[in-house]
């Protein structure tokens, strides 16, 4: 016998944050209210929710650290007023002149920091139409993958790029997460081509509900997001999809649908030892 809850009601706060740190704490406090108001009880917003800045002089000017970070208190004032748990799906954290972390927080009922996790894969790309970023410029990469205990089972982390890159999620379903978090700020170029497809393969190759809130729209310094904010089950359907404005959509989150998943396709426990073998005849 188990106490553990088997249902819950899960809820993605979908924004278009510019480099007004106090209205993007407005506009995120209002929606994380409306998700709690709902009924939620996990609320998650998107990647650099507190800003979106591409000058790195003016990113490392408003970035503070986490010792005395005001918009982090102000999560976790929230998170304990409304007594949810209160994922904030990342924050550029101030670790030392020059090198910021894109952390991700998750907080619980009562405002503590249960979880912290700093994204891991670079987001270093020339797209086509001209768009250029390097992430790794500012960015400090994490060297951890993370899961954070919640009151219905692990949940792993991850942030934005990450997505695309699946050993990451195949190891936190094997070391016990049941959802996996991939809030993100997927670039309008990139999330027409492939947020969908890779969002849902992650969730069938790792049978885990994967929970992942998005910035949409476009954003003060011209850079435009994908949106669609999405949660799909371990079975790779979608079951709430938001569009490309600010906004909040949730889900139920059934854990006997999930334990049913898991029996009908084992594949979890089907990973085998191999050596990789590169045939063929050299030229002479």
């Not at 094997?174 to 978090?181: K, L, P």
């Not at 949409?216 to 799909?232: A, D, F, K, N, P």
Request: net charge neutral.
């Amino acid at each position: 016998m188990t106490d553990t809850p088997v249902i819950f009601r899960a809820a993605l706060v979908q924004m278009c944050s510019g480099r007004d740190i106090a209205k993007n704490l407005s506009d995120a406090g209002t929606l994380i209210r409306q998700a709690a108001a709902g009924g939620a009880q996990y609320v998650q917003t998107p990647e650099v929710t507190t800003f979106m800045e591409l000058d790195k002089e003016r990113l490392f000017s408003k970035a503070q650290p986490e010792p005395g970070n005001e918009a982090l208190a102000y999560f976790q004032n929230l998170a304990s007023e409304l007594s949810i748990w209160l994922h904030i799906g990342s924050m550029a954290i101030l670790l030392r002149e020059g090198r910021l972390a894109n952390r991700a927080y998750v907080i619980s009922p009562s405002g503590t920091i249960v979880a912290r996790y700093d994204k891991i894969h670079m987001f270093d790309v020339d797209l086509p139409g001209g768009e250029s970023y390097r992430e790794s410029a500012s960015y400090e990469p994490g060297r951890h993958a993370v899961i954070a205990s919640l009151p219905w089972g692990g949940l792993g982390l991850a942030i934005c790029y990450d997505l695309r890159f699946p050993q990451l999620h195949r190891t936190l379903a094997q070391g016990g997460a049941r959802f996996i978090a991939i809030p993100a700020a997927f670039t309008r170029t990139t999330g027409v081509a492939h947020w969908h497809t890779l969002i849902r393969a992650r969730a069938i190759e790792t049978q885990c509900f994967v929970l992942a809130a998005a910035q949409g729209g476009r954003h003060e310094h011209g850079r435009e997001t994908y949106g669609h904010s999405l949660i799909v089950s371990p079975w790779g359907e979608v079951l709430a999809e938001a569009g490309s404005e600010p906004g909040v959509v949730s889900a139920v989150i059934d854990l006997k649908a999930q334990d049913e998943f898991r029996q009908r396709v084992p594949s979890l426990r089907h990973d085998r030892p191999f050596e990789l073998e590169v045939a063929g005849v050299k030229a002479g």
